[in-house]
């Protein structure tokens, strides 16, 4: 059974980024692209985002045990199978997780126009994904 309480903050952080980036979404791509405060706060708010859904699926798969989960990427593919999302949000899923992986990662070499494209257009697969996860509360 999974601890509500461990859900519900994560869903609380998911939801404070996600009110955050819609807030810097409504920048002009130029504007966006000349200030370091907005594109490195939606960089780092982005990444909260994804790492709290990671989080809540990592926790929910263990104290299901749904199987064993070695990267993050194995993750959609669980929710997937336990008829928890869809194909499409599956593979959104995964994308978010390499864009992640960027942020983190490749820190050095972000592009802000895809940061920035982003922020426009993939902000619902996010809220789609917080949706499925508030049903475990």
Do not use: C, T
């Not at 809540?56 to 199978?81: C, Q, T, Y």
């Not at 499409?88 to 992640?100: D, K, Q, T, V």
């Amino acid at each position: 059974m999974v601890k509500k309480e461990v859900i519900r903050k994560r869903l609380e952080k998911l939801g404070e980024s996600l009110d955050f980036l819609d807030r810097v979404r409504s920048y002009s791509l130029e504007d966006f692209l000349a200030d370091p405060e907005h594109f490195g706060s939606a960089e780092r708010f982005m990444q909260l985002a994804i790492e709290s859904v990671n989080d809540m699926a990592s926790r929910i798969v263990a104290e299901n045990d749904w199987g064993s989960v070695n990267a993050a990427r194995d993750l959609p593919k669980i929710f997937l199978h336990q008829g928890l999302i869809n194909d499409g949000l599956e593979h959104r899923w995964e994308r978010m997780i390499g864009f992640r992986n960027i942020l983190v990662h490749d820190y050095l070499e972000v592009n802000r126009k895809l940061v920035y494209e982003v922020l426009q257009n993939d902000l619902s697969d996010l809220r789609a994904l917080e949706k499925m996860f508030a049903r475990f509360l």
